[in-house]
């Protein structure tokens, strides 16, 4: 069983930045499609980045550019680092992971999930 957990989350003003940490443990971390949803108030999970294996990376289109997700595979740590932070980009994030190949950003693709963690971005 692989257990993901989230930390870095918090409140920050519009145009800061937060760096948001999944830590795995329980699997082979190299192995794993890792990614970031997110799930704002009244709203459905979405996809916000991905890094494959390989280092290779996606991001959904309102965060390209503003947002960088990397991987340390010797800490088995994933990050999403998030820059010009704007009050949309409140929710809930999530940190999962995909055991198979190649990038989706179908959450139905991931099978294994962090218990979330809440960011606030005041106006």
């Known amino acids: 069983q692989v257990l993901l957990v989230e930390s870095g989350g918090g409140l920050v003003q519009a145009g800061a930045s937060l760096r948001l940490s999944c830590a795995a443990s329980?699997?082979?971390?190299?192995?794993?499609?890792m990614a970031w949803f997110r799930q704002a108030p009244g709203k459905e999970r979405v996809f916000v980045a991905a890094?494959?294996?390989?280092?290779?990376?996606h991001y959904a289109d309102s965060v390209q550019g503003r947002f960088a997700i990397s991987r340390d595979n010797a800490k088995n740590t994933v990050y999403l680092q998030m820059n010009s932070l704007k009050h949309e980009d409140s929710a809930i994030y999530y940190c999962?992971?995909?055991?198979?190949?190649?990038?989706?950003?179908?959450?139905?693709?991931?099978?294994?999930w962090g218990q979330g963690i809440q960011v606030t971005v005041s106006s």
């Open positions: 999962a992971a995909d055991p198979t190949s190649g990038i989706v950003v179908g959450q139905d693709a991931y099978v294994y």
């Open positions: 329980g699997g082979t971390f190299n192995k794993f499609i």
């Open positions: 890094i494959d294996q390989n280092g290779g990376t």
